[in-house]
């Protein structure tokens, strides 16, 4: 048992208050290990803002979700006006609920807002090789949430029961189906039914409002647990605890509290500003924050022109749909040449380079066997599985892309503008010119990955400065 702290006997009542408490639970010192006394290094910049303002968007998210959930009703039985109840429940909440449009645009520009925020949290840390050693797990993790928040997405998508909804997931749960032997009994089984109807609306509310947010916020505790645990990396990818002081802290770092969190209001109040001007002026933002066939009730009889999910699924989307017949005799080409490098390179013997081709061959035969519709689901799912193993694709002998050859931030500025026109060819209807596109975009995205392990190694590398480069403002 811990030896209890006494409070001075000239204590003020606040002082008394926190000795008692700290007697039975570490608020001081978890205050001072992830606060004031957590040291993080001094030359942060405008890319780290993003970290906060996620946890800024998810306590939006969670406390406007809580006041939806008090008047919102998952139910797609039509009323006495013909009308889906639970779209009408949202109509309720937008146009006689006091502030209730309010709370529903907060939510659903929110929603984007925390893909913007996260989308740009990843990039900076891959510029900055922030999942590089000793921070694997930190980086798994945030991919876990990633992973988790597009599961809560997609789960809310279907609850205001509008046309888009409603048909967008009777497309996302039909491609379960193309899984083989499995797939039709795992997507009837995902809908609760043959078809998207009040069983499937129960199903996603309960993971949408439960089940998902629990997983999410023990996601982000863990991620910031082991963040602090190795601390955080900054623009030049050097370890500040490798140079402390005969005090034992590092030279190149400071306090968490109160520089960083005084430093992160400007961002916070920046966003607001943002924020806020979207959810007044433009909630909808020209129907890619909530698309104009949302405002339709649901109607099982009648299929929208063109169906797409929200922006934020697009990317993935567009190599779903790149993924057709002639698209897999080029991955099945690809499959076998990197069969034969790997084999040839392979220090194993003759029967371990034989196994190699073997097992290609076999896949090769199972790409060409199953429909291209299953490979598409695969594509879709492997464009986000591949972001688990950055850490061990990448060779690079410096974490920062500072200190990377020039033609480095090339090929990174390549992959966002690659990523980005995915994402703008998803919204867009099916074409010939668009399915070539997505094709080779496909490609890039995933050899960006898959053959890093090569040239991330290629090129002259600049010498990485012992202490970190900061210059006071």
Known sequence: MAEFKEAPANASAGEKLLTWIDNRFPLSKMYREHMSEYYAPKNFNTWYFFGSLAMLVLVIQIVTGIFLVMHYK???????????????????????????????????????????????????????????????LVWIFGVAIFLCL??????????????????????????????????????????????????????????HVIAIPLVLLGLVVAHIIALHEVGSNNPDGIEIKATKGPDGKPLDGIPFHPYYTIHDILGVAVFLLVFSAIVFFAPEAGGYFLEFNNFIPAD??????????????????????????????????????????AALKSGAGALGKLAILGGAVVLAALMLTIDAKFWGVVVMGGAVIILFFLPWLDRSPVKSIRYRPGWNKWLYGLFIVNFLVLGYLGVLPPSPIGERVSQVGTLFYFGFFLLMPWWSRLGEFKPVPARVTFQPH
């Open 300 to 341: 099982p009889m009648v299929t929208p022109p063109h169906i797409a999910p929200v922006w934020y699924f697009t990317p993935f989307y567009s190599m779903l749909r790149a993924t057709t017949s002639e698209m897999m005799v080029v991955l099945v080409a690809v499959v076998l040449i990197a069969a034969v490098l």
């Open 150 to 207: 597009m599961a809560e997405a997609f789960f809310g998508y279907l609850l205001p029961w509008g046309q888009m909804s409603y048909w967008g997931a009777q497309v996302i749960v039909n491609l379960f189906s193309a899984i083989p032997f499995i797939g039709p009994d795992l997507a009837i089984w995902i809908r609760g039914d043959y078809v998207v109807s009040d069983a499937t609306l129960n199903r996603f509310f309960s993971f």
């Open 74 to 136: 998952p139910d797609a039985s039509l009323n006495a006006a013909g009308v889906p109840v639970a779209f009408a429940s949202v109509e309720y909440i937008m146009r006689d609920v006091p502030w209730g449009w309010l709370i529903r645009y907060m939510h659903s520009t929110g929603a984007s807002a925390f893909f913007i925020v996260v989308y740009l949290h990843m990039w900076r840390g891959l510029i900055y090789g922030s999942y590089r050693k000793p921070r694997e």
